[in-house]
């Protein structure tokens, strides 16, 4: 008979932690996307009135290309940890500079996202990529 105890299902639950990595990473990852390519393109949606994208070269059109460029990486789990690295530290420029100034509070400056996604590419910086990643995939190989 299975063993049915707390730490029974505990244990079981606790073995699935490397593929819900993979999946917070790549879930995560896919949505990053969208913010840059947003940016970039209007796609799926623009963020600017009439549809406009950034222009470059500013600040903007380069968080456009970090989140596109960097995202993909991430989703794909390639470079895993110095891509994830650098765009923690997007997204903690991105709080501070855009909406720290507004107010203290994330949720009255608009600065949810950007506090999340700066605390889960650092986590996955250090955690790597989980094992559905081309990162584990070049370690097998």
């Not at 891509?83 to 400056?109: D, I």
Request: glycine residues 8%; positive net charge; charged residues 10%.
């Amino acid at each position: 008979m299975a063993n049915s105890s707390p730490r029974g299902v505990l244990a079981i639950w606790s073995s699935f932690a490397p593929q819900l990595l993979s999946v917070l990473r790549i879930t995560s990852a896919f949505i990053f996307i969208l913010y840059g390519t947003s940016k970039l393109f209007a796609v799926p949606a623009a963020l600017l009135p009439n549809g406009a994208t950034v222009t470059f070269p500013t600040q903007a059109w380069f968080a456009g290309i970090f989140e596109t460029v960097g995202g993909s990486l991430l989703l794909l789990g390639l470079f895993t940890r110095p891509v994830a690295f650098l765009l923690s530290g997007e997204m903690a420029v991105a709080y501070f500079q855009a909406h720290f100034p507004r107010s203290f509070w994330p949720t009255v400056n608009n600065g949810v996202s950007a506090v999340l996604y700066c605390f889960i590419w650092l986590y996955i910086s250090a955690a790597g990529p989980g094992p559905w990643s081309l990162d584990a995939w070049r370690r097998k190989t």
